[in-house]
């Protein structure tokens, strides 16, 4: 097992922990910030393979998506808690309810 | 490799506790060392220009951004109450399992991949004397694959545009009135125009070395970021045309060369003898555009403008 599957690994471990409390946690800022954890999780398994070229540089191509990734993750996030702080002004807590009785 | 596997084992430690602390100012907190350390990991793997970007963008501004988001959420909304209390104790256990499955699954994918793949390294290398430039990440940022950075700039202003229609004017007026923070501002004067000339040196340096305009543009937007929490507000004279100008001059850049280069039939291919010019150009409108965007993405509102409300 060479470094390159290690992190590949790890980074799909990452991206199951957001996954998990993306599902569980009804929060929403937790819930966005599991999503950024899940993209991390992405980014390192793409980072990681592109390490597997045999030569001692890697793969740059997948590494020029990782930093177009981010910059896209850092405008979704941002949107994401603008959206937050609306539903948090007009329900009075950053939840979504998912009791239909209690919508408008 | 020792090193690796603690790496690993910390990043994995570390994402377990931010998503589960009950605190969600903690769980920020470790969200941005979370970052810090992927930066390390990017190190590891060779990756330079990645984790210049996370540290800036992925760590730094995104940390910001999550800390003002969190001030603006109503106080009593309890942050103790971290998980569904209605829940059962089998609906955690269920989707543990069930995600212990996808990932092994996963994991096992990964575990048959051939252990030497040159993906696309080779052209790269191959093509790279024709790019313009010297630093191969740029070269397939802004030439190779110009069109996924034109639809990246793209997508970071239809998210201000998502973000200026959700949220009202921004009320605060240009002297704000709080309590002058010597250290803050002192801070700030000395920091500002340090940030702008390692912008300008990031952008300059991509050409051949880790760098380039999103490193820029993100180490401008955090000069931007620092105005802001000291106080600072885009006098209202700026925050009409001006500032709208600031925030399409990037897209606007790429997609006239994008239209011209459309001319000879093929879209964003650069001209060799010109490309480094080009480049160069391209990503000195891109640079202020994204520093503008995200700062203003961090502000989170539509500055007042001349003239009352819009």
């Keep these: ?104 | 490799m020792l090193f690796d596997a603690l790496l690993g084992l910390l990043l994995l430690g570390l994402a377990w506790l931010l998503l589960s602390c009950r605190d969600l100012f903690k769980a920020i907190v470790l969200f941005v060392a979370f970052g810090l350390l992927m930066a390390i990991v990017w190190v590891r793997l060779d990756a330079p220009d990645v984790a210049l970007a996370e540290v800036a963008i992925g760590a730094g501004l995104t940390g910001a951004l999550l800390m003002s988001a969190l001030a603006k959420l109503p106080v009593d909304n309890p942050p103790g109450r971290y998980s569904n209390e209605k829940t059962h104790w089998l609906l955690p256990l269920t989707l543990a399992l069930m995600l212990l499955l996808v990932a092994s699954g996963l994991g096992y994918a990964l575990w048959s991949l051939p252990v030497i793949a040159p993906g696309l390294s080779g052209e790269v290398a191959a093509n790279l004397e024709q790019s313009g430039v010297s630093n191969p990440v740029t070269a397939v940022l802004l030439n190779f694959r110009g069109y996924d950075t034109l639809l990246e700039i793209v997508v970071l202003l239809l998210a201000l545009l998502g973000v200026w229609s959700l949220n009202s004017l921004d009320a605060t007026p240009a002297t704000a009135e709080k309590p002058a923070n010597l250290v803050l501002d002192t801070l700030m004067r000395l920091l500002v125009p340090l940030l702008i000339l390692v912008a300008a040196y990031l952008l300059w340096a991509g050409a051949n070395s880790p760098g380039g305009a999103f490193q820029a543009g993100a180490v401008l937007a955090a000069a931007g970021v620092l105005l802001l929490l000291a106080g600072w507000r885009l006098p209202t004279a700026l925050a009409g045309l001006p500032l709208r100008l600031a925030l399409v001059a990037g897209p606007v850049a790429f997609i006239t060369l994008a239209a011209l280069t459309l001319l000879n039939a093929r879209l964003l291919e650069l001209p060799v003898e010109h490309a480094g010019m080009l480049i160069l150009l391209l990503e000195t409108f891109a640079m202020f555009s994204i520093g503008v965007t995200l700062a203003a993405l961090f502000l989170g509102q539509r500055p007042q403008e001349r003239g009352g409300s819009a």
């Design chain 1, 1 to 104: 097992m060479n470094s390159a599957i290690l992190y590949a690994l790890v980074g799909v471990g990452i991206f199951s922990l957001g996954l998990y409390a993306l599902i569980l946690h009804p929060h929403l800022l937790r819930k966005i910030l599991a999503i950024n954890v899940m993209g991390s999780g992405l980014f390192l398994v793409l980072i990681a393979l592109a390490k597997r070229t045999g030569e001692p540089l890697p793969d740059l191509v997948p590494q020029a998506m990782v930093i177009t990734g981010i910059v896209v993750a850092f405008s979704a996030t941002a949107l994401a808690l603008a959206l937050m702080v609306r539903v948090a002004k007009e329900n009075h807590r950053a939840e979504l309810s998912d009791d239909e009785s209690q919508q408008p």
